[in-house]
């Protein structure tokens, strides 16, 4: 007892400087942490967004996506109709502006085809429409649109 009567101030003052560095430390601490958190999300996001929009602008590409068995490849090629003959789909591979390839796919009998969001058949597809063709394994799916006109 007498020690602590003795030391008392002393005691005190070492006491509020540890709580004291506690306090700072935590707030030094969570005041780093969630800018750099912020920024790992914000950065993750936009590269999301970025990702997004070079799929949404790609004209053709294959995709390697694992499965339970293995990997899987998927093919798509984005354009507009060529020509329409059979089952034989010619599409030009670009943009509106710029031609990047020609390429002539053999659609399967039990493809989807899509056009102008209704259920169509190979025969609907019409030259000059923005077409999307997507190959994967086990289905294709055909998705024309007629683009709109000024």
Excluded: E
């Excluded at 929009?53 to 984005?78: M, S």
């Excluded at 429409?129 to 055909?142: A, D, E, H, N």
Aim: glycine letters at 8%; charged letters at 20%.
């Amino acid at each position: 007892m007498p020690f602590i009567r003795k030391h008392f101030k002393l005691l005190t003052v070492a006491a509020s400087c540890v709580v004291i560095g506690a306090g700072i430390s935590a707030i030094t601490s969570a005041g780093a942490a969630t800018p750099s958190t912020r920024t790992n999300a914000t950065t993750r996001a936009h590269g999301r967004l970025v990702g997004l929009r070079a799929l949404k602008r790609a004209v053709h590409g294959q995709l390697v996506i694992p499965t339970k068995n293995g990997f899987t490849t998927i093919t798509f090629d984005r354009g507009t109709i060529a020509s329409v003959n059979g089952r034989q789909l010619s599409i030009n591979d670009g943009t509106k502006k710029r031609a990047y390839s020609s390429v002539t796919l053999s659609i399967p009998v039990d493809a989807r085809i899509r056009d102008n969001g209704q259920r169509a058949a190979m025969s609907d597809l019409k030259v000059g429409q923005r077409v999307l063709v997507i190959q994967g394994p086990k289905r294709w799916l055909v998705v024309a649109h007629t683009p709109r006109t000024a």
